[in-house]
C-alpha cells in the first residue's frame, strides 16, 4: 500500500492556459474523488468515479472542468482556460467500495494550483 | 442541505491540557462520521471513524470522538496534547447509504499546542 500519489504537487500558470493533474489511487480501490481546498475551508467536493464511470459532479465542476478515470485506474483532472480563482489545492482520494457503506476515503498529497 | 460545523477556528493551548474540538452536523438521517488531521506540509490522514456500534470511538494517537446522536455531534478530544500535536482538524461526514459517497467537510479548527 503506497497511498494515494498526485502529480505534480505545485502548478503555477497563467490565466488562461490549460492544466492537467494526475492521480494514482491506493491500487484496487476502485473508488476515486477529487475535491478542492482553498484557504480556510475545508475541502469541496468536486466529483468521483466508481471504476472508469463518473458517478456524481459538483455544481462547482464548471464546463471548463473535466475528469477521467480510463479503465479505472488513475485519473486526470483538466481544466481548461484556467482564471485566477481557480487557485487552490486539489486533493484526490481513492476507497474500496465493500458490501455495506462503511467506506472510508485515503487521500493524497494534493495539487496546489497558482492561476497569475 | 447536508453541512457540518465546526465551531472553534483557532485554538492555542500549552502542553499537557485537555483538548475538545467540537463538530455539528445537519442531517436527519444515519451518517458515517469521520476526522481527519493535517499536520503542517503534511497531507489529510485519517485519525478516527465511526460507522456504527459504540458511539465512542479511539483513534490514533490518544484521540477519541463520542458521537452523540441527540445532539447531532461527534466531537474530538484528547485527555493531554503535545507539541506535535499542532495542526488542522477536521471533521467531516457522509450520508449512510446515500446516492452519493461524498464527504462534507467542515471548515477545520487550526490547533496550536505551545511547549
Known amino acids: 500500500d503506497t497511498g494515494v500519489s498526485q502529480d505534480p504537487r505545485h502548478k503555477i500558470t497563467k490565466r488562461g492556459q490549460n492544466v492537467t493533474f494526475r492521480c494514482d489511487p491506493i491500487?484496487?480501490?476502485?473508488?476515486l474523488y477529487w475535491y478542492r481546498q482553498t484557504l480556510g475551508q475545508g475541502p469541496e467536493f468536486l466529483t468521483y468515479?466508481?471504476?472508469?464511470?463518473?458517478?456524481?459532479k459538483s455544481r462547482l465542476l464548471s464546463d471548463r472542468f473535466s475528469a477521467e478515470r480510463p479503465k479505472g485506474s488513475f485519473s486526470t483532472l483538466e481544466i481548461q482556460r484556467t482564471e485566477q480563482g481557480d487557485s487552490a489545492m486539489y486533493l484526490c482520494?481513492?476507497?474500496?467500495?465493500?458490501?455495506?457503506?462503511?467506506?472510508?476515503?485515503?487521500f493524497g498529497p494534493g495539487t496546489r494550483l497558482l492561476v497569475l | 442541505a447536508q453541512s457540518v460545523s465546526q465551531h472553534n477556528h483557532h485554538v492555542i493551548l500549552s502542553e499537557a491540557a485537555s483538548l475538545e474540538l467540537g463538530c455539528n452536523y445537519s442531517?436527519?438521517?444515519?451518517?458515517?462520521l469521520f476526522w481527519y488531521v493535517q499536520y503542517p506540509g503534511q497531507h489529510l490522514q485519517l485519525l478516527l471513524k465511526?460507522?456504527?456500534?459504540?458511539?465512542l470511538v479511539k483513534g490514533i494517537k490518544g484521540f477519541e470522538a463520542e458521537f452523540i446522536k441527540s445532539k447531532f455531534s461527534f466531537n474530538l478530544r484528547k485527555p493531554s496534547v503535545q507539541w506535535s500535536d499542532t495542526a488542522e482538524y477536521f471533521c467531516?461526514?457522509?450520508?449512510?447509504?446515500?446516492?452519493?459517497?461524498?464527504?462534507?467537510f467542515g471548515t477545520g479548527t487550526l490547533l496550536a499546542v505551545q511547549p
Open positions: 482520494a481513492s476507497s474500496q467500495k465493500l458490501a455495506g457503506y462503511q467506506e472510508t476515503q485515503y
Open positions: 491500487s484496487e480501490h476502485n473508488r
Open positions: 468515479f466508481q471504476n472508469e464511470a463518473q458517478l456524481e
Open positions: 442531517y436527519g438521517g444515519t451518517v458515517n
Open positions: 465511526y460507522f456504527s456500534g459504540d458511539p
Open positions: 467531516a461526514v457522509n450520508l449512510y447509504g446515500g446516492a452519493t459517497n461524498k464527504l462534507i
